[in-house]
């Protein structure tokens, strides 16, 4: 069983950044395609970035620029650097693998920005 346990979120200002992270309860990084996910008040949750065990990296196009994934292998843990946030990136951030496990989901961590 593989527990996910995210951090890092909090309350920040329009334009502002965050460091999200992912830790993992034993190594599950180093032959799967990772990914951040997000869930808005009232809406479904959607995927926001990936990373596979290739370090190759995707984002869906309303975080683009903004956010940069990123993982640790050694320290079974996963990253999301979001920068320039605004008041849309609203919500309750999760990772996952990609796809997602349905045991895998953690609690999320909130991220909640002003305008």
């Known amino acids: 069983q593989v527990q996910l346990v995210e951090s890092g979120g909090g309350l920040v200002q329009a334009g502002g950044s965050l460091r999200l992270s992912c830790t993992a309860s034993?190594?599950?990084?180093?032959?799967?395609?990772m990914g951040w996910y997000r869930q808005a008040p009232g809406k479904q949750r959607e995927w926001v970035a990936l990373s596979t065990s290739g370090s190759t990296t995707n984002y869906a196009s309303s975080v683009k620029g903004r956010f940069t994934i990123s993982r640790d292998t050694a320290k079974n843990t996963l990253y999301l650097q979001m920068n320039s946030l605004q008041p849309e990136d609203t919500a309750v951030y999760y990772c996952?693998?990609?796809?997602?496990?349905?045991?895998?989901w953690g609690q999320g961590t909130q991220v909640t920005v002003s305008s």
């Open positions: 034993r190594n599950i990084f180093s032959r799967n395609t």
């Open positions: 996952n693998s990609l796809p997602a496990v349905p045991n895998y």
